[in-house]
């Protein structure tokens, strides 16, 4: 390590490292919980991801500030040079937080598009539901039977 900076930016990076990698689980949690049809869990877990969210943009934040006080254009390449000629080390853990990013971005599309698929599945649920119910109509709006005696099978009927 070159720059006095290191140290400090290693360090965020480090924190940041973390907390992506501990998304990225419950991101995996909640993948399992939707193939599983374990809805019952999800919203616990829709909390915890919610607070991890929030954590990993404060650590973001901070390790972006960080870099913008050594890196005049923090973008990715220079980035990766700034680290290429301070930190080997801070290079590689910027890789994998990084990779550990794309990875959760991932995670998190399928379990959208999961979400919308049950969400989907359950819509047509319910209409086939409705539209079954509808054309029983075995009970009218006053609670009382719909059909009247001679129009065929009372119920209980064989």
């Known amino acids: 390590m070159t720059h006095p900076a290191c140290a400090e930016i290693l360090s965020a990076l480090s924190d940041e490292r973390v907390s992506v990698l501990s998304f ?12 599983e049809n374990s809805i019952d869990q999800l919203q616990s877990l829709a909390e915890k991801k919610s607070a991890q969210a929030v954590r990993l943009n404060e650590l973001n934040e901070v390790c972006r500030r960080l870099l ?63 539209r079954a119910v509808n054309q029983a109509n075995l009970y009218g709006s006053d609670g009382q039977t719909n059909f009247s005696p001679g129009s065929g099978r009372s119920l209980g009927s064989v």
Do not use: H
């Open 24 to 35: 990225v689980e419950l991101l995996q949690q909640e993948q399992s919980l939707l193939t």
């Open 68 to 130: 913008g006080k050594v890196i005049p254009t923090p973008d990715n390449t220079a980035i990766a040079a700034w680290f290429e000629t301070n930190s080997k080390e801070g290079l590689a853990l910027w890789q994998e937080v990084r990779a550990l990013a794309e990875q959760a971005l991932q995670l998190n599309r399928i379990n959208g598009e999961l979400i919308l698929m049950k969400q989907r599945l359950n819509q047509q649920l319910l209409t086939a539901l409705t």
